[in-house]
Nanobody, 126 residues
């Protein structure tokens, strides 16, 4: 079993920055796809960014150039550095994992990921 726990959310003014963390524990494998999703009130989860153990990284167009996904392999922590934040980035952010590298080549889709964190809220005020 795999456990994920996000942290780092909060409130920030437009133009500001936040860094989200996702601590991963349990039966961690060396092959993986890792992703960040966000969910707006009343909407489904949408993919923000992903990275695979094969080195592929993909961002949603809405965050490209502003968000950076990275991992501290030794500590099993996934990060999402967010800069130039906009009010429309306000959402609940989730990290997710699958234990192989068979993630699709595009923006991550929720159905591909069996393991999820509980989410962390990001609020951007104008």
């Amino acid at each position: 079993h795999v456990q994920l726990m996000e942290s780092g959310g909060g409130s920030v003014q437009a133009g500001g920055s936040l860094k989200l963390s996702c601590e991963m524990s349990g039966d961690i494998t060396s092959t993986f796809c890792l992703a960040w999703f966000r969910q707006f009130p009343g909407k489904g989860r949408e993919g923000v960014a992903k990275m695979s153990s094969g080195g592929r990284i993909k961002y949603a167009d809405a965050v490209k150039g502003r968000f950076t996904i990275s991992q501290d392999t030794g500590k099993n922590i996934l990060y999402l550095e967010m800069s130039i934040l906009k009010p429309e980035d306000t959402a609940m952010y989730y990290c997710a994992r699958r234990q192989d590298y068979y993630c699709n080549g595009g923006v991550p889709v929720p159905e591909e990921y069996p393991y999820w964190g509980q989410g962390t809220q990001v609020t951007v005020s104008s």
